[in-house]
């Protein structure tokens, strides 16, 4: 019943920036770890950037300084600002949420429908 809606990739040139949305909606309890993952043909997702319930983030290193993950709790959406993009950042970005549907119900991992980004050089 869960389900997480993705927006604001698009067509962008080098040097521009995009702030990417995830919302989910339906039943739940609470929310962990949050992240953001991207992939291209032929290539294994990667991870971007996480941001754990303790509030520390991760980042890939070739984001750092450019790309900043946060979340809303009351809205339950993150975002991911990415600023200075590169044409090496294109490709389809994921967002992934740990919650809990239920107090006494495991975490699990619920992925985003993607949303493509492309950068233009």
């Known amino acids: 019943q869960v389900q997480l809606v993705e927006s604001g990739g698009g067509l962008v040139q080098a040097g521009g920036a995009l702030r990417l949305s995830c919302s989910a909606s339906?039943?739940?309890?609470?929310?962990?770890?949050v992240g953001w993952y991207r992939q291209t043909p032929g290539k294994q997702r990667e991870l971007v950037a996480t941001l754990a319930d303790d509030g520390i983030t991760n980042y890939a290193d070739s984001v750092k300084g450019r790309f900043t993950i946060s979340r809303d709790n009351a809205k339950n959406t993150v975002y991911l600002q990415m600023n200075s993009l590169k044409p090496e950042d294109t490709a389809v970005y994921y967002c992934?949420?740990?919650?809990?549907?239920?107090?006494?119900?495991?975490?699990?991992?619920?992925w985003g429908q993607g949303t493509q980004v492309t950068v233009s050089s």
């Open positions: 339906g039943r739940i309890f609470s929310i962990n770890a």
């Open positions: 992934n949420l740990r919650l809990r549907v239920s107090e006494v119900g495991l975490p699990r991992n619920y």
